[in-house]
């Protein structure tokens, strides 16, 4: 049986990545991969409200996130920003955390979420609130060579273009601006894509010990994952639109 290895990650953002602990999920779910895929070890940085300005502003100290980043010896480090980001302050201090993870060895991954429903502000709309905030970080992606996970457009794949209010809702928590434990899936999914190269396809959505234990149906959780692997094709253009054959092959 092929040796297992470790792929250490540090996400840094906010109640986002915190309410369904993302990270958690993530290292689960590569735990119920095949035996040569890795397995990840996740650190985190996650405040409620937390902007990338906030997370730099903590300066360098000890448990800070640039204190994180520097002692670490991560692989990769996942920065995500607020729901509402303003283009400009977010353009500055991705690059900054970007240019802190380069000098520290690891390797930045811009995570782009969802936004909260319509339901919770009025002012966020399905579909054009999830293409603003991930297009303003996709843009910076393209212009930096940053890799983007692009989870707002893997939930766009998943619900379609109109969506019920049942069916955006069901990815939600129930105060309607969190993601729920299927939205975190789809992030989950995406990010495992992103982290690893390898499609989610099979991967267990099974969750005892998180939020009192999370249970996805195969056939639910199979969706999730062609919606998350497709996108992670769509965000990289190199990749061959049959990687799921050629990873077997």
Known sequence: MPA???MKILCI??????????????????????ADHPRIESGR????????????????????????????KWDYVVIQEIYCAAEDE????????????????????????????????PAFQYPDS???LNDIQIAFGRAKGIPVAAAGYAWMKYLGPNPSPAQ???????DKAHPGAKGTYIYACLLYAFLTGRDPAG???????IQGGILISKDEAGKMQKAAWEQYLEDNHGKSRNSRAALEN
Do not use: C
């Not at 993870?101 to 909260?116: C, P």
């Not at 991967?203 to 010990?209: A, P, Q, R």
């Open 45 to 72: 940085a996650l405040v409620g409200g937390g902007t990338l300005k906030k997370h730099w502003d903590a300066g360098e100290g000890q448990g800070t996130p640039r204190g994180m980043i520097a002692g670490g």
């Open 168 to 174: 955006l809702l069901d990815l939600y928590h129930h």
């Open 203 to 209: 991967l267990t959505g099974e969750f005892k010990e």
């Open 4 to 6: 297992r290895f470790f």
């Open 130 to 132: 999830f293409k603003k």
């Open 13 to 34: 953002g906010n109640s986002q990545m915190s309410v369904y602990n993302l990270p958690g999920m993530l290292e689960i779910m590569s735990q119920s991969a095949p």
């Open 90 to 121: 977010f353009n500055e201090y991705a690059a900054r955390f970007d240019g802190w993870i380069r000098k520290n060895g690891a390797k930045t991954i811009l995570f782009a979420t969802a936004n909260i429903t319509q339901y919770f502000n």
